[in-house]
């Protein structure tokens, strides 16, 4: 007899894992599958998925690290600190990400035990509907589970023309193990992920060209945002392209040559040591068999879920990069608890207004909510208040004074509809607004409260303030 599970999750990411877990918590029994070893040096499955093991935090090691050697080189002297010049040791950085990779995809092996979450080594692919529910192959066995939570992911999206060979020609997974300084590096995509990789290597030293396909820069984010970050990225040696359209790269031991048209239509051609393509992310649906349950997928390749992530399927649900929504992290954790919370009878709940973006670049970039275009274009009266982080005194004291908080709320109501950040620590800041928003709250709330001092989080609280036309500090 197979294995019979009331919960089989497909996937060990970041939504398959959470979902396993809050699943148990529930009282199912539950497993979950996974296949990919993310060069696991046994060869075994990782847990994590993308964000733990070649995505979301390895990244930010990374940029730690780069932003401390940038910080002594370029900052330690205006705070009279005197040190020599900064070298960096590349496979020694590498190394420590690698560590705290290790720490975090091991830790949630434990967390499984801890749970009782059965582990299953191999790719989960439907056969069929059976009385149980489903049976599924993962491996050499199949097995069978009431119902099944899939959430196997995304890929890295390539170009034709762009062969990857995550040597001289990386993806995102690839740019994280890069192992010395390129002279120069070229990065296609001007998004979160190519902004960040840009970051790091230029602080350690690289001359960085990004080339993006849109004719705006960072048209996602807030236009005041998008406008401010081009100006600092602009200063600090980013050189950004806009509006081109890639050729092809050939890779060759000199390098790597792009051959691209620019916004003005011109052909043009970049050498670079290194280049990193860095255009998206695509749902990963291969192996699933769907086509033989019938499971429905979108134009783009989806897995086609209603607001509560059910599929077309009976008892068979979908979650995180896989189905429609942002290719963040947290949005599908946020979705894994919602399922589990459904299938246990509860009334599980995921706020895909409330999600925040961030970008870990320097300075950092968070918003949440609509923006100001957004609010334009659907015809909605809004207020707004905006504060730079120069006019706060924690700022000026950690000299971190670039960018600034803009609060939108609705005229009529005052509730809070949307809030970008570009400054030091948005990622953290971020969260009060979220909070906010998730309360329906409104910017006359957030004036209300007393904010520590000095903090940066009492920008929060005058852009708030000036909503209402009254900051005491600007």
């Not at 930010?60 to 330690?76: D, I, R, V, Y």
């Not at 975090?104 to 059965?118: A, D, E, H, P, Y």
């Not at 080594?121 to 529910?133: L, M, P």
């Amino acid at each position: 007899m197979s294995k019979q599970f009331d919960v089989l999750v497909i996937g060990g990411g970041p939504g398959g894992y959470v979902a396993a877990i809050r699943a148990a918590q529930l009282g199912f029994s539950v497993a979950c599958c996974e296949s990919n070893p993310y060069a696991d040096p046994k060869d075994e499955p990782r847990l994590g998925g993308t964000c733990l093991n070649v995505g979301c935090i390895p990244s930010k090691a990374l940029l730690h690290t780069s932003h401390l050697f940038a910080e002594a080189g370029h900052s330690f002297a205006l705070q009279g600190i005197s040190v020599s010049t900064p070298k960096i040791d590349v496979p020694t950085m590498i190394a420590r990400k690698n560590t705290i990779v290790d720490q975090l995809t091991g830790g949630i092996k434990g967390l499984f035990k801890k749970n009782k979450v059965t582990l299953l080594n191999g790719r989960g692919s439907f056969v069929a509907h059976s009385e149980g529910g489903w049976q599924v192959k993962v491996g050499d066995e199949v097995v069978e589970a009431k119902q099944v939570i899939i959430a196997t992911g995304s890929k890295a999206r390539h170009l034709p023309g762009v062969p990857v060979d995550n040597k001289l020609v990386c993806d995102n997974e690839g740019a994280l193990d890069i192992d010395a300084v390129p002279k120069k590096l070229a990065i296609i995509g001007a998004g979160v992920i190519g902004l960040e990789m840009g970051s790091v290597w230029r602080r350690l030293g690289s001359e960085v060209t990004l080339l993006e396909a849109l004719p705006e820069f960072l048209s996602v984010a807030d236009i005041d945002v998008a406008k401010e970050a081009a100006r600092v990225f602009a200063r600090q040696g980013l050189n950004i392209q806009l509006g081109v359209t890639i050729g092809e790269a050939k890779a060759s031991r000199k390098g790597v040559s792009i051959t691209y048209d620019d916004k003005h239509g011109q052909a043009q051609k970049l050498e670079a040591d290194r280049l990193i393509v860095s255009v998206g992310r695509i749902p990963n649906t291969d192996g699933l068999n769907a086509e033989v349950v019938g499971l429905r997928l979108d134009e783009r390749g989806r897995i086609d879920v209603d607001a509560h992530c059910r599929t077309n399927l009976p008892g068979v649900w979908a979650v995180g990069d896989v189905v429609s929504g942002p290719m963040l992290a947290h949005k599908a954790m946020e979705e894994a608890v919602m399922v589990a919370e459904l299938m246990a009878g509860q009334s599980g709940h995921c706020n895909f207004d409330t999600i925040p973006w961030v970008l870990y670049t320097s300075p950092e970039i968070a918003w949440v909510g609509k923006t100001e275009q957004q609010l334009k274009a659907d015809g909605v009266a809004y207020k707004l208040g905006r504060i730079p982080f120069a006019a706060n005194g924690r700022a000026l004291g950690m000299g971190e004074t670039t960018g600034f908080v803009k609060m939108l709320a609705d005229a009529t109501s005052d509730r809070i509809l949307g809030v970008h950040i570009i400054g030091a620590n948005a990622s953290e800041l971020i969260s009060e607004a979220v909070v906010a928003m998730e309360f329906g709250a409104a910017s006359e709330d957030l004036a209300r409260i007393c904010h520590a001092h000095p903090t940066l989080s009492e920008v929060m609280h005058e852009a708030a303030l000036a909503c209402d036309k009254r900051p005491l500090h600007f």
